[in-house]
C-alpha cells in the first residue's frame, strides 16, 4: 500500500505526517525548528523529521512554505525560516528518492479543506481570520497561487485608517479583520478611557485569547461589540471584493477566529458581503466552514504529494 | 483551409467577421441590433449576419456576449439585448451544425489581446478604461470566469464617495476611474463654478470625447488634470488589489482612456500601483499596452472558436 508524508515547516516547530493510501495519519513527528540555527541546520532537523517517518513505500511527500512557492519547487520568500531562494525540492527528491512538491501554507490548508470535503464547487474562496487574515484561490478545481503568492486577501488596500500593516503598507484590510488590528484597536480603547471587561484579559506585548472576545462579546461588552462590527466590516468588503473579481461558487471560512465566531457572525458577514458586491453578481455563493483545525494544512500537502504520483504533472 | 466566424452581439450593432486559418479577417458583415424589437426578431438578424458570412468551410464559431455565460454556451444576463436564460450555443449549433462558443464580451478581448501578441506570460490581467471600467483574467494560460461574470473589477469597493454607480451600489471604482465617473466630477465642478476649458467641449447629457480632455490635460487646465489624478489614484487602488489578491505577471492596458493617455501615465501608474501593493509581492509585473482595438473581442472569439476543433473541450 502506497504511502505519503506532508511536512509543515513553520517558524517555531517542524511537524510530519505520514499518511495512508486513504489519507488516514499514521503516525507524527515534531521538533523544534530552531531557525535562528541557520539554514543548514534547519534543513539537517528537517530532514530528521523526514528520517523518521520515511518508509520504503513512500511514494511522495509534499511541504507546506510560509512564503511563496514558484513552481511547486522553489521557495522563493520565506517567513521565519532560512530557506529562501533555495530549491527544497530537489535536496528532497535527490536524498530521498522521490517526488517532492512544495506549497504555501495557506493555499494547502484551503486545498486541504476542499479536497477532505468532497465539495463540488470548482471555483473556491479559502478565508482564514486569525491573528492576520490570510487566504487561498482554488480555480476551475485547481489552485491558483499566480507568480507565488496570489491570495494575499488581508493586504488589499481597504481604508485610510493610518494604521500601519505588518507587511508596511497602511490600512490594508487586516488591519481590522485579524487580531493583531484587533488587539491594537482595544489597547487604543484603553488609553482612551473607555471601560471594558477586556481589560483584564489582555496583558501588555501578548496576543489575547479569542475565546476571551468571544465571551465578553457573548455578554454585550459595549468594546468587544465594536471590535467585531469592525472586523465584520472589513471582512465584508474584502469578500465583496471578492466576490466581484472572482465570482466564486464557494467561500471556505476558517481561522481561530472564525471557529468561535462562525456560527454568530455567518449570516450578518453574508448578508453584509453582499451589500459590497456588484448587485448583478450578488446571488448564489456558498459559505461554509472550515472543519479540519490544524490538520488543513497537512491534508492539503498529503492531497497534493498524492495528485503528484496519481496525476503526474508533466 | 478552415474557417472561422466570430460575431460580436451589442445593444447597438451585430457584427460578424469571417477568420481564415491564420487569424485574417476574409469579411465582415454589420447590422443594426434593433434590441427593442424583442427577442426572436433580434435572433433572425443574428441569424441574417451569419448566413451572410457562413460557408462550408466554416469549422467553428465564437460569440461575443455583453453579460455572463455559463460554460461557454448558455447567456445568463445580457445587458442591453434581449438573449438572457438561453441556450444561444445550442441553437446556433443545431442552425449552423459546427462547435459554438461564447464568451462575455470584455473577457474575450482581453484573451484576443493575449493571444494575438504571443505574450509568454500565463498569469494575466486585462484592464480597460472607457466609459467604465472593465477587466479580464487569464489564470495559468485559460481565461478564467468564476461563475461566468469574473472580473468585474470596476466595481469592487473603492471609496465612501457617495457616488451612485451605475451597478446599483455607491462607490465603487468605475465611479473615480471611468468616463461616466469623470464626467459626473466635471458637471459637479462646473455647478461649483470653477473655470476649466472642458466646459467648451461638453454638452448636458452626452458624453464627452478623449481627445479633449487629453488635449486640455497636456494644456495643462487644472480641472483636467484634476480629473486624470483622480481616475488614476482609483486605478492605482484597483490593479494595487488584484496584484495583491492575484499575483499577476501581466497587466494588460486598454480603452479609451488609455488608449489616449497611456504613454503619459502608464509610469506614473505603475509606481502608484506598488505603493497600493502588498510590499513583499511588488516585484515583477509588466505592464503592455492593447494594440488590437475594436477588434479586440472578435480576435479573442476567433481563438475561442478555433480552440474548440484544435483542442476540444471534453
Not at 513552481?71 to 521557495?75: H, I, L, M, S
Not at 521565519?80 to 530549491?87: A, H, I, L, R, Y
Given at each position: 500500500m502506497s504511502k505519503y508524508i506532508a511536512v509543515d515547516i513553520g517558524g517555531t516547530k517542524i511537524l510530519g505526517s505520514l499518511f495512508n493510501e486513504d489519507g488516514k495519519i499514521l503516525s507524527r513527528h515534531k521538533v523544534k525548528?530552531?531557525?535562528?540555527?541557520?539554514r543548514e541546520a534547519v534543513l539537517q532537523t528537517l530532514y530528521g523529521v523526514i528520517d523518521e517517518l520515511f518508509?520504503?513505500?513512500?511514494k511522495s511527500m509534499g511541504v507546506l512554505i510560509p512564503g511563496v512557492v514558484r513552481?511547486?519547487?522553489?521557495?522563493q520568500m520565506c517567513s521565519?525560516?532560512?530557506?529562501?531562494?533555495?530549491?527544497l525540492s530537489k535536496l528532497l527528491e535527490d536524498r530521498y528518492q522521490v517526488p517532492v512538491l512544495l506549497g504555501n501554507d495557506v493555499s494547502l490548508a484551503v486545498y486541504g479543506e476542499w479536497r477532505h470535503a468532497g465539495y463540488n464547487e470548482k471555483h473556491v474562496i479559502g478565508v482564514f481570520v486569525g491573528t492576520g487574515l490570510g487566504g487561498g484561490f482554488i480555480f476551475d478545481g485547481k489552485l491558483y497561487t499566480g507568480r507565488g503568492a496570489a491570495a494575499e486577501i488581508g493586504h488589499i488596500p481597504y481604508k485610510d485608517n493610518n494604521i500601519l500593516c505588518g507587511c508596511g503598507r497602511i490600512g490594508c484590510a487586516e488591519t481590522e479583520a485579524g487580531k493583531i488590528g484587533m488587539l491594537h484597536f482595544i489597547e487604543k480603547e484603553q488609553k482612551r478611557g473607555v471601560s471594558s471587561s477586556l481589560f483584564e484579559c489582555i496583558s501588555p506585548g501578548q496576543m489575547f485569547h479569542t475565546n476571551d472576545l468571544y465571551d465578553a462579546w457573548k455578554q454585550g461588552d459595549p468594546l468587544a461589540k465594536k471590535v467585531i462590527k469592525r472586523s465584520v466590516r472589513a471582512l465584508a468588503v474584502t469578500l465583496g471584493t471578492l466576490n466581484t473579481l472572482l465570482h466564486p461558487e464557494l467561500f471556505i471560512l476558517g481561522g481561530g477566529v472564525m471557529e468561535s465566531f462562525y456560527e454568530d457572525i455567518c449570516e450578518e458577514l453574508h448578508n453584509k458581503m453582499l451589500s459590497h458586491t456588484m448587485p448583478a453578481l450578488s446571488g448564489g455563493v456558498r459559505f461554509v466552514r472550515c472543519?479540519?483545525?490544524?490538520?488543513a494544512g497537512i491534508t492539503g500537502a498529503y492531497y497534493l504529494a498524492k495528485e503528484a504520483v496519481d496525476e503526474p504533472r508533466l
Open positions: 525548528t530552531g531557525a535562528h540555527r541557520g518508509q520504503s513505500d513512500v513552481d511547486g519547487k522553489y521557495v521565519n525560516v532560512p530557506f529562501e531562494n533555495m530549491n472543519c479540519l483545525g490544524d490538520d
